[in-house]
């Protein structure tokens, strides 16, 4: 067996890593497997599906592994346990690497994977997305890592698309293959020793796909990584770039070697290459005659240890032989929070959709119903009462449904960060927080572009300590439906489910909030979706400040025969509110904040620290 082996880096010697599999099986467990923790074994409710079965194969330092086979095979489960991504209870036999076995966590932070999708923010320029990947992931300051990334768009051939966005779609943006380069450099950017691919050259045209292929054979060349991907159809000049090919056919791999030893194999069985067609295409019609040539643990048959003990399967643990250490992040969460909230804030104002819309949003829905309602606060009667009230429920209609525009962002993003925190980059509390205090100062200006026309018109409490408290509610409902909206983007797996659970949930808050049914006429089963509405405490805000207080002892609502018969105060009495009430109540909507927030985190962290 290689022992480990040093590749010349610039500055000195950097370890690389072998990788090898022994015996290595994967099936589908079943959910009740799944919650026990257990390797599928005991008695089979029915027929397992395995994806891999008694897979040997092996990755050098210096070469270009890559793993072929037809749809289904098993490529890309074979990359993932490789990578580390695939949790242990569900294989049984070795992961090595240099002849040790894999720890995980470790592995990951060490490793670059890349995935098929590019996940990258579309209003970042190429440079900005490898900058702030570099400065997340490397321990030094701003120059170093800048000094990074130049010679990393020189390597990847990137340097004139530098100041260029990403973009989205044909219309706008870099091409498909610069795109591809771009993923690939956001897992270089810490210049790991180990990098995983899953399909570099899909989606590309011949000479993309060329391109990214020669990238990364100069890498192997020049650096010593150690390269694995997977690959369905690649074309003969990229074939001939690989060192090793493990091809793969109904989970068991029937070739592990150079592409001349797969020619070889295929004459020796008495098959006639054609001209014009290349080797690796030709095995996968020829793959029965490989199958037929390996040992009988390849044939059609259960792997070794499935034979045994009655169906239970004698498991080699490998990814938890040696105490894990806690891991040890590049940044302190400050400047993790500090370098996502800039990125961020990229994001945002170059989204011209979310951000300028949302800001006329406020002003002109502000101007409109003070129009609407203008100087209603200044008359009295019934009638002037009953159509404040119907303000104040309207205006948290509007405020608490007008932030779910932010959901197919929040959604973009998810899929970036656990990408990002699956590699070690940042921690998910550095995200939450960085997000969280990034809204800040944006909800502030939006609630009061909304808050300014609208108090002033309708002709509200007059008075500037009135206004502000008006002015403070807003921005905390707001903040209150941005955490809602950003928790729940964290739960549902997409956008139309997430507008349908958002839609529903905001109706049902509506209803419980006192406006339409007093707490009293609800179902007592039904009461405590009356606490948990985000409507119930704003609402009761804006009436306390309106007719609250000592304005309230002298502010007369409603006259009979010249005499005033209900006064600002009596009407709260009415509504079983009190003055200590309007603090209170924003000590709850700050609590919904805060704990929508944490259930926020706690989903994040659940879906990006959860392997497979």
Partial sequence: MELPVKAPVSGGQKTSYRLETKNLSYKLCSKFDELNFIYCGGPPRRAPKFILRDVNCAASPGEITAIAGPSGAGKTTLLEILSGKISSRKVSGQVLVNSQPMNARHFRRISGYVTQDDSL??????????????????????????????????????????????????????????????SIGVDLVHDPAVVFIDEPTSGLDSASALHVATLLKSMVLNQGKTIVLTIHQPGFRILELFDRLVLLSNGYAVHNGSLHFLEERLKFSGHQIPLHVNVLEFSFDAIESLSGQNSASLNNQCPREIRHNGGHIARTLYFNNHQEKPLRFPRSILEEVSILGQRFCSNIFRTKQLFATRVIQALVAGLILGT???????????????????????????????????LPIFLQERRILMRETSRGAYRVSSYVLSNTLIFLPFLLMVALL???????????????????????????????????????????????????????????????????????????????????????????????????????????????????????????????????????????????????RVLCFVILWFRCYRRR
Avoid at 380 to 405: H, K, M, N, P, Y
């Fill in 121 to 182: 923010f579309p209003l970042l320029t190429v440079k900005e997305t490898l900058l702030y990947s570099a400065l997340l992931r490397l321990p030094g300051g701003k120059k170093d890592a800048a000094n990074r990334v130049s010679r990393l768009l020189k390597e990847l051939g990137l340097e004139h698309v530098s100041d260029s966005r990403i973009g989205e779609g044909s219309n706008w943006g870099i091409s498909g293959g610069e795109k591809r380069r771009v």
């Fill in 372 to 406: 609407i309602f203008l100087n209603v606060g200044k008359k009295t009667g019934q009638v002037a009462l009953q159509t404040r009230i119907g303000f104040f429920a309207f205006s948290l209609t509007f405020l608490l449904s007008s932030t779910t525009e932010g």
């Fill in 450 to 596: 909304y808050s300014t026309p609208v108090y002033w018109l309708v002709g509200l409490r007059m008075s500037i300590h009135g206004f502000l408290y008006f002015s403070l509610v807003v921005w905390m409902v707001i903040l209150m439906s941005n955490s809602f909206v950003a928790c729940f983007s964290a739960l549902v797996p997409n956008f139309i489910m997430g507008t349908s659970v958002i839609s529903g949930l905001m109706g049902s808050f509506f209803l419980f909030s006192g406006y339409f049914i007093t707490k009293s006429k609800i179902p007592s089963y039904w009461v405590f979706m009356h606490y948990l509405s985000l409507f119930k405490y704003p609402f009761e805000c804006f009436l306390i400040n309106e007719y609250g207080g000592e304005h309230g002892y002298r502010r007369c609502l409603e006259f009979d025969k010249g005499e005033c018969i209900l006064y600002g105060s009596g009407f709260l009495r009415q509504q079983g509110l009190r003055d200590s009430q309007k603090w209170s109540n924003l000590a709850v909507m700050f609590g919904f904040i805060i704990g929508y």
